[in-house]
Protein backbone atom coordinates (compact mmCIF):
# COMPACT_ATOMS: atom_id res chain seq x y z
CA UNK A 1 0.00 0.00 0.00
CA UNK A 2 1.17 3.59 -0.79
CA UNK A 3 1.58 5.80 2.02
CA UNK A 4 0.18 9.21 1.97
CA UNK A 5 2.35 11.93 4.53
CA UNK A 6 -1.32 13.59 5.04
CA UNK A 7 -2.92 10.44 6.32
CA UNK A 8 -0.59 10.09 9.24
CA UNK A 9 -2.64 11.21 12.47
CA UNK A 10 1.09 13.18 14.12
CA UNK A 11 0.92 15.57 10.98
CA UNK A 12 -2.60 16.97 12.76
CA UNK A 13 -0.76 17.94 16.13
CA UNK A 14 -0.34 21.66 16.35
CA UNK A 15 2.87 23.34 17.31
CA UNK A 16 4.44 24.71 19.18
CA UNK A 17 4.41 22.83 22.14
CA UNK A 18 6.98 20.91 23.99
CA UNK A 19 5.33 17.22 23.81
CA UNK A 20 4.23 17.80 20.33
CA UNK A 21 7.60 18.70 18.84
CA UNK A 22 8.90 15.69 20.65
CA UNK A 23 6.69 13.58 18.88
CA UNK A 24 7.18 15.71 15.46
CA UNK A 25 11.09 14.94 15.60
CA UNK A 26 10.79 11.71 16.49
CA UNK A 27 8.46 10.82 13.96
CA UNK A 28 11.09 12.96 11.38
CA UNK A 29 13.76 10.21 12.25
CA UNK A 30 12.40 7.37 10.80
CA UNK A 31 12.76 6.24 7.50
CA UNK A 32 8.75 6.33 6.52
CA UNK A 33 8.81 10.17 6.78
CA UNK A 34 12.11 10.02 4.76
CA UNK A 35 10.51 8.23 2.11
CA UNK A 36 7.41 10.77 1.94
CA UNK A 37 9.14 13.49 2.20
CA UNK A 38 11.84 12.47 -0.63
CA UNK A 39 8.99 11.39 -2.59
CA UNK A 40 7.11 14.67 -2.08
CA UNK A 41 10.02 16.53 -3.73
CA UNK A 42 10.54 14.51 -6.41
CA UNK A 43 6.71 14.34 -7.50
CA UNK A 44 6.02 17.83 -7.03
CA UNK A 45 9.24 19.30 -7.18
CA UNK A 46 11.63 17.84 -10.00
CA UNK A 47 13.01 20.70 -11.43
CA UNK A 48 13.51 22.74 -8.00
CA UNK A 49 16.77 23.55 -6.26
CA UNK A 50 16.96 21.08 -3.77
CA UNK A 51 16.26 18.12 -6.07
CA UNK A 52 18.71 19.97 -8.75
CA UNK A 53 21.20 20.67 -6.74
CA UNK A 54 21.11 16.74 -5.19
CA UNK A 55 21.92 15.95 -8.62
CA UNK A 56 24.64 18.53 -9.52
CA UNK A 57 26.13 16.96 -6.11
CA UNK A 58 25.81 12.88 -7.39
CA UNK A 59 27.48 14.01 -10.70
CA UNK A 60 30.12 15.56 -8.88
CA UNK A 61 31.18 12.97 -6.25
CA UNK A 62 30.28 10.00 -8.50
CA UNK A 63 32.12 11.82 -11.03
CA UNK A 64 29.53 11.19 -13.71
CA UNK A 65 28.92 13.17 -17.03
CA UNK A 66 24.98 12.69 -16.72
CA UNK A 67 23.01 11.77 -14.19
CA UNK A 68 19.00 11.64 -13.87
CA UNK A 69 16.49 11.37 -11.63
CA UNK A 70 15.18 8.05 -12.90
CA UNK A 71 18.35 6.41 -12.51
CA UNK A 72 19.37 8.07 -9.20
CA UNK A 73 16.06 8.37 -7.60
CA UNK A 74 16.84 6.62 -4.18
CA UNK A 75 19.66 8.43 -3.57
CA UNK A 76 18.28 11.66 -4.14
CA UNK A 77 15.25 11.13 -1.79
CA UNK A 78 18.37 10.45 0.72
CA UNK A 79 20.28 13.09 -0.37
CA UNK A 80 17.23 16.06 -0.08
CA UNK A 81 15.80 13.82 3.50
CA UNK A 82 19.51 14.26 4.94
CA UNK A 83 19.87 17.77 3.53
CA UNK A 84 16.55 19.99 4.70
CA UNK A 85 15.85 17.17 7.95
CA UNK A 86 19.47 16.90 9.32
CA UNK A 87 20.97 19.72 8.24
CA UNK A 88 24.40 18.23 6.04
CA UNK A 89 25.54 19.80 3.01
CA UNK A 90 25.23 17.36 0.06
CA UNK A 91 28.94 17.23 -0.09
CA UNK A 92 28.76 15.91 3.61
CA UNK A 93 26.75 13.33 2.57
CA UNK A 94 29.24 11.72 0.47
CA UNK A 95 32.64 12.66 2.54
CA UNK A 96 31.47 11.55 5.72
CA UNK A 97 29.53 8.18 3.61
CA UNK A 98 26.69 8.87 5.48
CA UNK A 99 24.84 6.38 2.66
CA UNK A 100 26.07 3.56 4.55
CA UNK A 101 24.31 5.24 7.95
CA UNK A 102 21.66 4.59 10.30
CA UNK A 103 19.42 7.31 10.69
CA UNK A 104 20.80 7.22 14.48
CA UNK A 105 24.75 6.86 13.42
CA UNK A 106 24.48 10.05 11.01
CA UNK A 107 22.86 12.05 14.06
CA UNK A 108 26.72 11.45 15.73
CA UNK A 109 28.09 13.27 13.35
CA UNK A 110 27.75 17.48 13.51
CA UNK A 111 26.69 18.88 10.34
CA UNK A 112 28.07 21.95 9.41
CA UNK A 113 24.71 24.19 9.07
CA UNK A 114 24.15 23.59 12.45
CA UNK A 115 27.63 25.29 13.06
CA UNK A 116 25.27 28.21 12.82
CA UNK A 117 23.45 27.81 15.76
CA UNK A 118 26.85 27.90 17.96
CA UNK A 119 27.71 31.03 16.15
CA UNK A 120 25.02 32.82 17.71
CA UNK A 121 25.16 31.39 20.94
CA UNK A 122 28.56 31.98 21.33
CA UNK A 123 28.74 35.59 20.84
CA UNK A 124 28.08 38.01 23.30
CA UNK A 125 29.55 41.25 21.67
CA UNK A 126 29.13 42.21 18.13
CA UNK A 127 32.39 44.51 18.32
CA UNK A 128 34.81 41.29 19.16
CA UNK A 129 33.15 39.96 16.11
CA UNK A 130 34.33 42.96 13.89
CA UNK A 131 37.53 43.23 15.38
CA UNK A 132 38.14 39.67 13.99
CA UNK A 133 36.43 39.97 10.70
CA UNK A 134 38.34 42.73 9.90
CA UNK A 135 41.79 41.34 9.84
CA UNK A 136 43.92 44.53 9.90
CA UNK A 137 42.24 45.45 13.33
CA UNK A 138 42.94 41.84 14.71
CA UNK A 139 46.90 42.50 13.47
CA UNK A 140 46.77 45.74 15.39
CA UNK A 141 45.40 43.91 18.16
CA UNK A 142 47.85 41.18 18.03
CA UNK A 143 50.76 42.64 16.37
CA UNK A 144 53.08 40.79 19.16
CA UNK A 145 51.77 37.47 18.58
CA UNK A 146 51.63 37.99 14.70
CA UNK A 147 55.80 38.75 14.49
CA UNK A 148 55.60 40.47 10.77
CA UNK A 149 55.24 43.50 9.54
CA UNK A 150 52.04 44.17 7.62
CA UNK A 151 50.07 47.31 6.38
CA UNK A 152 46.63 47.91 5.30
CA UNK A 153 45.70 50.30 1.43
CA UNK A 154 42.74 51.57 0.56
CA UNK A 155 43.61 54.48 -1.03
CA UNK A 156 46.09 56.63 -2.72
CA UNK A 157 46.58 58.70 0.57
CA UNK A 158 49.06 55.01 1.76
CA UNK A 159 51.34 55.57 -0.90
CA UNK A 160 54.35 56.76 1.12
CA UNK A 161 53.37 53.50 3.59
CA UNK A 162 53.01 51.47 0.93
CA UNK A 163 56.86 52.48 -0.66
CA UNK A 164 58.53 51.65 2.71
CA UNK A 165 56.88 48.67 2.78
CA UNK A 166 57.81 47.43 -0.69
CA UNK A 167 61.44 48.89 0.34
CA UNK A 168 61.68 46.49 3.12
CA UNK A 169 60.03 43.31 1.75
CA UNK A 170 60.70 42.72 -2.19
CA UNK A 171 58.08 39.65 -2.22
CA UNK A 172 55.08 40.09 -0.03
CA UNK A 173 51.26 38.38 0.46
CA UNK A 174 48.11 40.87 -0.50
CA UNK A 175 45.25 39.32 1.02
CA UNK A 176 41.95 41.48 0.98
CA UNK A 177 40.54 42.63 4.57
CA UNK A 178 37.40 40.46 4.60
CA UNK A 179 39.05 37.19 2.72
CA UNK A 180 37.78 33.72 3.63
CA UNK A 181 39.42 30.56 2.00
CA UNK A 182 42.51 31.68 0.14
CA UNK A 183 40.32 33.98 -2.14
CA UNK A 184 42.07 36.80 -3.56
CA UNK A 185 45.20 35.67 -1.59
CA UNK A 186 48.36 36.07 -3.64
CA UNK A 187 52.39 37.21 -4.03
CA UNK A 188 53.80 39.99 -5.27
CA UNK A 189 57.19 40.49 -6.57
CA UNK A 190 58.22 44.55 -6.05
CA UNK A 191 60.55 44.09 -8.63
CA UNK A 192 58.32 43.51 -11.67
CA UNK A 193 56.87 46.75 -11.14
CA UNK A 194 57.38 50.05 -9.26
CA UNK A 195 55.80 50.27 -6.18
CA UNK A 196 53.01 53.54 -7.59
CA UNK A 197 52.29 50.97 -9.92
CA UNK A 198 51.87 48.10 -7.70
CA UNK A 199 49.75 50.22 -5.45
CA UNK A 200 47.45 51.60 -8.35
CA UNK A 201 46.61 47.81 -9.79
CA UNK A 202 45.74 46.81 -6.44
CA UNK A 203 43.49 49.37 -5.22
CA UNK A 204 42.00 49.39 -9.39
CA UNK A 205 41.73 45.74 -8.68
CA UNK A 206 40.35 45.89 -4.79
CA UNK A 207 36.69 45.89 -5.30
CA UNK A 208 36.86 42.49 -7.22
CA UNK A 209 38.10 40.98 -3.61
CA UNK A 210 35.95 39.48 -0.73
CA UNK A 211 35.31 42.52 1.68
CA UNK A 212 33.43 43.31 4.74
CA UNK A 213 30.80 46.27 3.57
CA UNK A 214 28.57 46.02 6.58
CA UNK A 215 31.57 48.03 8.05
CA UNK A 216 33.45 49.60 5.70
CA UNK A 217 32.90 50.89 2.20
CA UNK A 218 36.20 51.37 1.24
CA UNK A 219 37.70 47.91 0.02
CA UNK A 220 41.02 47.18 1.90
CA UNK A 221 43.98 45.16 0.90
CA UNK A 222 46.58 43.60 3.40
CA UNK A 223 50.09 43.55 2.70
CA UNK A 224 51.89 40.86 4.56
CA UNK A 225 55.29 40.15 4.93
CA UNK A 226 55.87 36.53 4.04
CA UNK A 227 56.05 33.79 6.84
CA UNK A 228 59.22 31.04 6.35
CA UNK A 229 57.68 27.90 7.46
CA UNK A 230 59.75 26.09 9.98
CA UNK A 231 61.69 23.14 7.79
CA UNK A 232 59.67 19.67 9.08
CA UNK A 233 56.51 21.85 8.27
CA UNK A 234 57.92 23.40 4.83
CA UNK A 235 58.89 19.76 3.91
CA UNK A 236 54.87 19.13 3.73
CA UNK A 237 54.68 21.39 0.61
CA UNK A 238 57.65 23.92 0.23
CA UNK A 239 55.07 26.29 -2.00
CA UNK A 240 52.56 26.95 0.45
CA UNK A 241 52.17 28.08 4.27
CA UNK A 242 51.27 25.02 5.91
CA UNK A 243 49.04 25.99 8.80
CA UNK A 244 47.29 25.06 11.85
CA UNK A 245 44.15 25.87 12.96
CA UNK A 246 43.16 25.16 16.46
CA UNK A 247 40.06 26.51 18.14
CA UNK A 248 39.61 27.94 21.49
CA UNK A 249 36.66 27.78 23.89
CA UNK A 250 35.86 30.16 26.90
CA UNK A 251 33.80 28.25 29.13
CA UNK A 252 31.04 29.58 30.82
CA UNK A 253 33.29 30.10 34.16
CA UNK A 254 35.59 32.22 32.10
CA UNK A 255 38.46 29.59 32.01
CA UNK A 256 40.31 29.51 28.15
CA UNK A 257 40.11 25.98 26.44
CA UNK A 258 41.33 24.04 23.63
CA UNK A 259 38.84 22.12 21.57
CA UNK A 260 40.19 20.84 18.75
CA UNK A 261 42.80 21.08 16.02
CA UNK A 262 44.02 20.06 12.21
CA UNK A 263 46.57 20.99 9.95
CA UNK A 264 46.69 22.12 6.29
CA UNK A 265 49.17 21.78 3.50
CA UNK A 266 48.89 23.17 -0.01
CA UNK A 267 49.06 20.79 -3.35
CA UNK A 268 50.41 20.64 -6.67
CA UNK A 269 52.46 23.92 -6.27
CA UNK A 270 49.55 26.10 -4.36
CA UNK A 271 50.43 29.22 -2.39
CA UNK A 272 47.46 28.56 -0.28
CA UNK A 273 46.94 26.15 1.91
CA UNK A 274 42.90 25.70 2.46
CA UNK A 275 41.26 22.53 1.49
CA UNK A 276 38.35 24.00 -0.42
CA UNK A 277 40.57 25.50 -3.53
CA UNK A 278 42.58 21.81 -3.43
CA UNK A 279 44.41 21.58 -0.13
CA UNK A 280 44.38 19.03 2.14
CA UNK A 281 44.03 18.24 5.94
CA UNK A 282 44.87 16.13 8.27
CA UNK A 283 43.41 16.08 12.78
CA UNK A 284 46.07 16.94 15.23
CA UNK A 285 45.49 15.78 18.89
CA UNK A 286 44.46 19.46 20.47
CA UNK A 287 46.27 17.97 23.29
CA UNK A 288 49.72 16.88 22.40
CA UNK A 289 50.18 18.03 18.56
CA UNK A 290 50.51 14.91 16.85
CA UNK A 291 48.76 14.03 14.11
CA UNK A 292 46.27 11.12 14.60
CA UNK A 293 44.80 10.45 10.92
CA UNK A 294 45.57 10.38 7.19
CA UNK A 295 44.66 13.47 4.90
CA UNK A 296 41.86 14.07 2.90
CA UNK A 297 41.10 16.90 0.12
CA UNK A 298 37.50 18.47 -0.60
CA UNK A 299 36.61 15.30 -2.46
CA UNK A 300 37.43 13.33 0.57
CA UNK A 301 40.17 11.43 -0.95
CA UNK A 302 42.81 10.00 1.41
CA UNK A 303 46.27 10.27 1.73
CA UNK A 304 48.50 8.62 3.35
CA UNK A 305 51.20 10.63 2.52
CA UNK A 306 51.41 13.98 0.69
CA UNK A 307 51.58 13.11 -3.20
CA UNK A 308 53.96 15.77 -3.89
CA UNK A 309 56.34 15.33 -1.40
CA UNK A 310 55.78 11.81 0.18
CA UNK A 311 55.29 13.51 3.76
CA UNK A 312 53.74 11.07 6.15
CA UNK A 313 50.96 12.47 8.05
CA UNK A 314 49.98 10.03 10.75
CA UNK A 315 52.44 10.04 13.53
CA UNK A 316 54.24 12.86 13.17
CA UNK A 317 54.67 15.29 16.27
CA UNK A 318 54.47 18.92 15.28
CA UNK A 319 57.16 20.56 17.03
CA UNK A 320 56.73 23.60 19.23
CA UNK A 321 53.02 22.37 20.46
CA UNK A 322 53.11 23.53 24.22
CA UNK A 323 54.30 27.39 22.71
CA UNK A 324 51.37 27.35 20.66
CA UNK A 325 48.91 25.96 23.11
CA UNK A 326 50.02 28.82 25.67
CA UNK A 327 49.95 31.30 23.00
CA UNK A 328 46.30 30.76 21.77
CA UNK A 329 45.06 30.25 25.49
CA UNK A 330 46.24 33.94 26.28
CA UNK A 331 44.88 35.70 23.19
CA UNK A 332 41.20 33.69 23.24
CA UNK A 333 40.35 36.24 26.63
CA UNK A 334 41.40 39.31 24.20
CA UNK A 335 37.98 38.70 22.94
CA UNK A 336 35.59 37.81 25.23
CA UNK A 337 32.30 38.36 23.42
CA UNK A 338 33.22 35.50 21.01
CA UNK A 339 33.86 32.44 23.03
CA UNK A 340 34.74 30.40 20.16
CA UNK A 341 37.63 31.11 17.77
CA UNK A 342 39.69 29.07 15.35
CA UNK A 343 43.04 30.30 15.02
CA UNK A 344 45.06 30.03 11.82
CA UNK A 345 48.25 29.94 12.71
CA UNK A 346 51.97 28.74 11.46
CA UNK A 347 55.44 27.54 13.46
CA UNK A 348 58.20 29.62 10.59
CA UNK A 349 61.53 29.10 10.72
CA UNK A 350 63.14 32.18 12.36
CA UNK A 351 60.00 33.46 15.25
CA UNK A 352 58.09 30.41 16.27
CA UNK A 353 54.30 30.68 15.99
CA UNK A 354 53.04 33.31 14.53
CA UNK A 355 49.20 34.26 14.35
CA UNK A 356 47.25 34.52 10.71
CA UNK A 357 44.24 35.46 11.51
CA UNK A 358 40.93 34.16 13.77
CA UNK A 359 37.86 33.17 12.73
CA UNK A 360 34.35 33.49 14.21
CA UNK A 361 32.83 31.22 11.84
CA UNK A 362 35.62 28.08 11.35
CA UNK A 363 33.99 25.09 9.78
CA UNK A 364 35.15 22.63 12.88
CA UNK A 365 32.68 19.80 12.21
CA UNK A 366 35.60 19.13 9.27
CA UNK A 367 38.09 16.49 11.20
CA UNK A 368 34.85 14.29 10.54
CA UNK A 369 36.04 13.70 6.72
CA UNK A 370 39.38 12.36 8.02
CA UNK A 371 38.41 10.77 11.02
CA UNK A 372 35.15 8.90 9.07
CA UNK A 373 33.70 9.17 12.35
CA UNK A 374 31.10 11.38 14.18
CA UNK A 375 32.51 14.11 16.44
CA UNK A 376 28.94 15.85 17.20
CA UNK A 377 29.22 14.47 21.34
CA UNK A 378 32.54 15.39 21.41
CA UNK A 379 32.22 18.93 20.45
CA UNK A 380 28.73 19.49 22.18
CA UNK A 381 30.58 18.38 24.95
CA UNK A 382 33.28 20.94 25.16
CA UNK A 383 31.03 23.58 24.22
CA UNK A 384 28.31 23.30 26.81
CA UNK A 385 26.08 22.47 24.35
CA UNK A 386 23.60 20.23 22.60
CA UNK A 387 22.04 21.37 19.67
CA UNK A 388 19.41 19.03 19.51
CA UNK A 389 17.58 19.03 23.00
CA UNK A 390 18.19 22.74 22.97
CA UNK A 391 15.64 23.07 20.40
CA UNK A 392 13.19 21.52 22.41
Not at 3 to 20: F, K, R, V, W
Not at 145 to 166: A, G, V
Amino acid sequence: MSYSIMNDPTILLHEPGAEQRKVLDKYRLTEVFRDAYGNHLLNNFPQGQAVQSAIKAIKKFKRLDKANIAEWKDLIIDLVYTKFVLNFLYREYFLYELADKSIAERLEFMASQNCSIYWKAHIKNKEDVHKLDDKYLTYQLLEAYYKRDMCCIWSMEQRDEFIDFCRKHTQFLVKPVGSFAGKGVKIINCEDKKPEELLSDLLENAGSYPQIKKYDDSPKILCEELIVCEDSIRAIHPSSVNSVRIYTYIKTNGEPTLVMSFIKAGQHGAIIDNVGPGGMLAAVDAETGIIYTDAADEMGNMFSAHPDTGFVFKGFQIPRWDELKKMVLEIAPIFPGVRMIGWDVALSKDRGWQVIEGNVRGDYSVNQIVTRTGLRKQIEAAFEWDTYTAKT
